[in-house]
Every structure is written in C-alpha cells, then in structure tokens.
C-alpha cells in the first residue's frame, strides 16, 4: 500500500519539468512482488514512465520483517517490565 502511494503521487505531478524517480515494489504479470526504479518525464501533460527491475536493491525478506517484529516486541515486554518495577518503587516510596 505504501508503494502503492508513493505510485499515485508520482503519476499526479503533471506540473513538474523534471524527471521523477521512485523504487516502487510492483506487482508483475506472473502475480510475483518485485523491485524497480520508475522514472517519470513529463512533456506537454503526456507521462513518459519507465521501470527497470532494480535487483541491486535489497527488499527485505518476509521472514527478516517478521524476526525484527519479534525482536521489537521482547524489547518492548522487557522495557514494560523495567517500567512496571518503577512504578512499584515509587509506589512503594509514597507509603
């Protein structure tokens, strides 16, 4: 959804004189995600869009998205945990 955005704001900029770029994560014919840089020229309000497979740039893999959410998220339970004990300290401190 994301590159899907970033797809619709690079195609709405009739006005712009200079080409625009974006790395955008499409969908190809055979329903595989892939990596391309897409650059846009426009002249007299007709787009001139090219994408190129970009496969020098990394796209993180589902399983490293999903082990960084894991990571991310014990981090967070401990962090919980350490402001938990504060807050009994305090509370213990006020009686």
């Known amino acids: 959804k994301e590159d899907r955005n ?3 704001l690079m195609l709405s900029q009739i006005t712009n004189p200079y080409p625009v770029t974006q ?3 499409l969908q190809t014919s055979n329903k595989l995600f892939m990596n391309f840089k897409c650059t846009i020229q426009w002249q007299d309000s007709i787009g001139h869009l090219v994408c190129t497979e970009a496969k020098n740039i990394k796209v993180p893999s589902v399983l490293s998205v999903q ?3 894991v990571n991310t998220q014990k981090r967070l339970e401990e ?3 350490h402001l938990n004990n504060v807050i009994k300290i305090l509370d213990i401190r006020k009686h």
């Open 79 to 81: 962090s919980e945990k």
């Open 67 to 69: 082990k960084s959410l």
């Open 23 to 25: 790395y955008l994560i």
């Open 6 to 8: 970033k797809a619709i």
